[in-house]
């Protein structure tokens, strides 16, 4: 959550950049002035709870001597009453402060573009070159099905919609892709890999930013309060939930594989096709933990530990710097790494590699101890590297041959056996 001293002491320069992402000013008021509240309720509290204290003494020593304490002791308990009003009311001021800061979002950075869609995005950079082959491309559930790779269908029969199931030479392509990632974190970055739960519970939830925010969007077990996660940012960032870490430490790179479950509530049209948009999907993820001086420089290192991946695997993408508007909840400054799927004759999000300044490590109460030993909440990152749904489209799109075969990048060719192509089944 962002910095309550911000809405203090900086409430016009920090409401006018709140206003870039959509927050209305009321809501910025009302924080500020529940925690004027809460202030001046604190302060009333300890006032009167030294007055009772000295209030004590007096009364001990008038007892002592001989003296009629009952006056002094009526005073006293109307103090004592007064002091439990004010703990009342300062629990639910505290409580309704608490609840409007998380729905506020970070702070953009200011060097970001403003706007309030996509359409105010800018294209930072496009990588690789794409031509149009002499054959038309086909789509990758149309190639998909020539290759019995995916089974649509049958995953509504056991499920639902947007759950597919990846079958044979897929399913084989898939666990290399993941694996493939998981060697190049690990082995050229510097990533200690993690194998971390599957579902959180509400803290670690409302400690990334997923709630109270985004509940609709999440798959919620109520009889344990458990969620599934929509990110291994949940439970990678979490790893150090009430920490204080050594800035000697920093930066600490931690890098999962996790299946990711997201209901999309209200997601329907084309992007809901095949493999485009799913309740269920593989990912790999890339989380920093960074001392607050270098962190938008480790963002742009993040950006191409993730470029690396797609570079890796021969694949024409480009990056996109988000405006205002468009960011994620949490996100100060983020970078979009998109695919082109030219079967799909659109770009297609298979990252989003975000720095959230402090704003998830004061949810998460994560710290570090400085050189001069002080201790100071850290700053946190996390990107993609990357999401294998619209991976697998763009690569089957993009690598795609007149045959209706795949040609499989030769980075992933010692993870299938040697295996050089996908071949459309008999």
């Known amino acids: 959550m962002i910095d309550i001293k911000k809405l203090r002491d900086e409430f016009d320069a920090t409401a006018a950049a709140l206003a870039r992402r959509g927050v209305e000013v009321a809501t910025l008021e009302k924080a500020r002035d529940l925690d004027a509240k809460r202030r001046s309720l604190v302060g009333e509290t300890e006032t009167l709870k030294a007055k009772r204290n000295a209030a004590s003494k007096e009364i001990g020593k008038i007892a002592k001597e001989g003296g009629d304490i009952a006056a002094a002791k009526e005073e006293m308990r109307k103090v004592g009453d007064r002091i439990a009003e004010i703990d009342r009311e300062l629990a639910t001021v505290e409580h309704d402060l608490r609840e409007t800061l998380l729905m506020i979002p970070n702070i953009?950075?200011?060097?970001?573009?403003?706007?309030?869609?996509?359409?105010?995005?800018?294209?930072v950079r496009m990588v690789g070159e794409w031509k149009d082959p002499e054959f038309k491309i086909l789509d990758h559930m149309t190639v998909g099905e020539k290759l019995g790779i995916f089974d649509f269908p049958r995953g509504v029969k056991l499920t639902g919609t947007?759950?597919?199931?990846?079958?044979?030479?897929?399913?084989?392509?898939?666990?290399?892709?993941?694996?493939?990632?998981?060697?190049?974190?690990?082995?050229?970055?510097?990533?200690?890999?993690?194998?971390?739960?599957?579902?959180?519970?509400?803290?670690?939830?409302?400690?990334?930013?997923?709630?109270?925010?985004?509940?609709?969007?999440?798959?919620?077990?109520?009889?344990?309060?458990?969620?599934?996660?929509?990110?291994?940012?949940v439970p990678v960032t979490n790893y150090f939930r009430d920490d204080i870490l050594q800035a000697k430490d920093l930066p600490i790179k931690l890098t999962a594989y996790t299946p990711c479950f997201r209901r999309e509530a209200g997601s329907a049209g084309k992007m809901t096709r095949g493999m485009l948009r799913v309740h269920q999907f593989d990912k790999v993820e890339m989380v920093n933990?960074?001392?607050?001086?270098?962190?938008?420089?480790?963002?742009?290192?993040?950006?191409?530990?993730?470029?690396?991946?797609?570079?890796?695997?021969?694949?024409?993408?480009?990056?996109?710097?988000?405006?205002?508007?468009?960011?994620?909840?949490?996100?100060?400054?983020?970078?979009?790494?998109?695919?082109?799927?030219?079967?799909?004759?659109?770009?297609l999000e298979v990252s989003s590699c975000s720095c959230f300044t402090d704003y998830q490590a004061r949810r998460l109460n994560c710290r570090f101890k400085d050189a001069d030993g002080k201790t100071k909440l850290v700053h946190t990152l996390n990107g993609s590297g990357v999401a294998l749904p619209r991976l697998m489209v763009a690569l089957l799109e993009q690598h795609q041959n007149a045959d209706g075969s795949v040609t499989i990048p030769e980075v992933l060719r010692p993870y299938m056996n040697g295996q050089e192509k996908l071949l459309p089944k008999a």
């Open 108 to 123: 953009p950075a200011p060097e970001i573009p403003t706007g309030m869609d996509s359409s105010s995005n800018t294209v």
């Open 289 to 347: 933990f960074v001392h607050p001086e270098t962190s938008f420089q480790q963002l742009e290192t993040l950006v191409g530990e993730a470029e690396a991946i797609l570079k890796g695997l021969g694949l024409h993408y480009r990056v996109l710097q988000l405006c205002s508007g468009d960011m994620g909840f949490s996100a100060a400054k983020c970078y979009d790494l998109e695919l082109w799927a030219p079967g799909e004759q659109q770009w």
């Open 162 to 233: 947007g759950f597919p199931i990846i079958l044979g030479q897929g399913a084989k392509l898939q666990r290399a892709l993941i694996q493939y990632m998981l060697d190049v974190h690990c082995q050229t970055q510097g990533y200690t890999e993690m194998l971390p739960p599957f579902v959180v519970n509400s803290d670690s939830m409302t400690g990334t930013g997923q709630l109270p925010k985004f509940a609709e969007d999440l798959y919620h077990c109520q009889i344990d309060d458990f969620w599934l996660i929509p990110t291994a940012e």
